[in-house]
Antibody
C-alpha cells in the first residue's frame, strides 16, 4: 500500500525558511521508476508544481521559484525534504507531495503523479 | 512558459455527458494527465497519458488529445463526480522544463 505523508510547521513568519518533509511507504526512493514531487495550492486557487526528485538525484524546479527552493532525499529514511526560503504571506497554501510514476510507452517515457499525500496547510503570517 | 487553459466551470445534469477541455499550443504532441479534486481532499489521478485510466477509475472517465485541445469526458455523470478537474503536462519545450497544471474546471452536477 503506497502512502505519502507531509509534515512540517503549520505557521511560519515572513522571511523565515519553510522545511517540509514527505515520508513515503509502500515503495522505495531508490526505485528508478519512481520519483517524488512537491505541489502547492493556495486557498481557492489552482495547483502549482514546485519541484521533483528521482532516485538518481535528478532534480527539477519551478522556474519562478527556483531561487528559493531546495529538494533533497534520504533514501534510508524514505523521506523527501523541501525547503523554501524567504517565505511571504502569498506562499500560504496547502503543500502536497506526490509520487511520480515513470513508465515506458510507445511514444517514449512518460511520468505522472499516481499517489498524493493528504496535504499540509502552511500559513505565513507574523 | 507553457500555458494550459481550462474553462472555469462546466455544468451538466445527472446521466448526461460532461466534456472538460484543456487548451495548449500543440498539446497533441504532449502526454496529458487529468486529476479530480473534491473539496478538502487531495487530487486523484483519473486519466494519464491522454486516455489511459488507473485501476479503480470507472470506464465513464475517458480522455482524448489532438491538435491544441485535450478533453476529459465523463459519461453518465453522477452526483459524486462533482469536483474540480485539472489537466497537467510536462513542458520540455522551453529552456526551463517543468510540470504545468491548468487553472482547473469546476464540474457542477445540476
Amino acid at each position: 500500500q503506497v502512502t505519502l505523508k507531509e509534515s512540517g510547521p503549520v505557521l511560519v513568519k515572513p522571511t523565515e525558511t519553510l522545511t517540509l518533509t514527505c515520508t513515503v511507504s509502500g515503495f522505495s526512493l531508490s526505485n528508478a521508476r519512481m520519483g517524488v514531487s512537491w505541489i502547492r495550492q493556495p486557498p481557492g486557487k489552482a495547483l502549482e508544481w514546485l519541484a521533483h526528485i528521482f532516485s538518481n538525484d535528478e532534480k527539477s524546479y519551478s522556474t519562478s521559484l527556483k531561487s528559493r527552493l531546495t529538494i533533497s532525499k534520504d533514501t534510508s529514511k524514505s523521506q523527501v525534504v523541501l525547503t523554501m526560503t524567504n517565505m511571504d504571506p502569498v506562499d500560504t497554501a496547502t503543500y502536497y507531495c506526490a509520487r511520480i510514476h515513470r513508465v515506458d510507452t510507445f511514444g517514449g517515457v512518460i511520468d505522472y503523479f499516481d499517489y498524493w499525500g493528504q496535504g499540509t496547510l502552511v500559513t505565513v503570517s507574523s | 512558459s507553457y500555458v494550459l487553459t481550462q474553462p472555469p466551470s462546466v455544468s451538466v445534469a445527472p446521466g448526461q455527458t460532461a466534456r472538460i477541455t484543456c487548451g495548449g499550443n500543440n498539446i497533441g504532441s504532449k502526454s496529458v494527465h487529468w486529476y479530480q479534486q473534491k473539496p478538502g481532499q487531495a487530487p486523484v489521478l483519473v486519466v494519464y497519458d491522454d486516455s489511459d485510466r488507473p485501476s479503480g477509475i470507472p470506464e465513464r472517465f475517458s480522455g482524448s488529445n489532438s491538435g491544441n485541445t485535450a478533453t476529459l469526458t465523463i459519461s453518465r455523470v453522477e452526483a459524486g463526480d462533482e469536483a474540480d478537474y485539472y489537466c497537467q503536462v510536462w513542458d520540455s519545450s522551453s529552456d526551463h522544463p517543468g510540470w504545468v497544471f491548468g487553472g482547473g474546471t469546476k464540474l457542477t452536477v445540476l
